[in-house]
């Protein structure tokens, strides 16, 4: 596999809107293909850090470059349809599992595959029979896993996850884990996850610590 750089950060700083800097002067790389768990103190940065990787907010100062174009160069409709991210506390519609299954296809004008679906819940731990279901029959951790995968079943370049396991038991955490796993050895996604538990870290090439306004390696801390 051909390792490039995907995201760069020079100088990159963000203040909020209040006036309060949250991120300042950070310098970081993430290569095409590596996973990359983003870890600090709550209320650090770390979902800051995803948004703006996200093009949801934009720098203050200092650049920030995706395949070596400045990230404000995107278009953020396009931009999305390659790096996609996934909301701590995700929405999903008032409607069954396949309804809610069917919107990333949808959106794209494009034909609804169930069996690519139904592929997605079985690695999940969840059987077909759960595309009949409406979203209020579901448990937290279902509900979890569905809004997961529909973010997959049209894979993107770059997968963005802020906490997506830290409302979810043991078992949970492990079956999200297992499919970020698969993920990068299978199909060379880009992975960056926001979480504070330890037991992710064997799952990640690289950390990236959020600190005191800084971000760098966990070793750059000590």
């Known amino acids: 596999m051909t390792i490039t750089s995907l995201f760069n950060a020079k100088q990159l700083s963000y203040t909020a809107p209040d006036g309060y ?18 870890t600090g103190p709550s209320g650090s940065g770390k979902s800051t850090l995803l948004k703006l990787l996200a093009l949801m907010i934009s720098p203050t100062s200092g650049t920030l470059t995706y395949q070596g174009k400045n990230i ?45 679906a139904i592929d997605w819940l079985r ?50 955490r492990e079956i999200i884990a297992n499919v970020i796993k698969d993920l990068k050895s299978e199909c060379e996604i880009t992975v960056l996850m926001v979480s504070h538990l330890d037991e992710d870290l064997t799952h990640f090439d690289q950390v990236l610590q959020v600190e005191d306004k800084k971000v760098g ?5 000590k």
Do not use: C
């Open 217 to 221: 390696r966990s070793d750059e801390f």
């Open 21 to 38: 800097q949250i991120i300042e002067s950070a310098n970081f790389d993430i290569q095409q293909g590596e996973s990359v768990l983003i």
């Open 72 to 116: 404000e160069s995107y278009n953020p409709i396009e931009y999305r349809k390659e790096v996609s991210y996934f909301f701590q506390n995700p929405l999903l519609f008032d409607q069954t599992v396949e309804e809610n299954l069917s919107f990333p296809y949808e959106i794209r004008h494009q034909t609804f595959d169930k069996a690519h």
């Open 123 to 172: 690695k999940v731990h969840l059987d077909a029979s759960y595309l009949t279901k409406h979203i209020e029959e579901l448990s937290g951790g279902e509900r979890q896993r569905i809004a997961f995968i529909r973010n997959l079943l049209i894979l993107p370049q770059v997968l963005l996850l802020d906490e997506v396991t830290s409302s979810l038991d043991k078992s949970n």
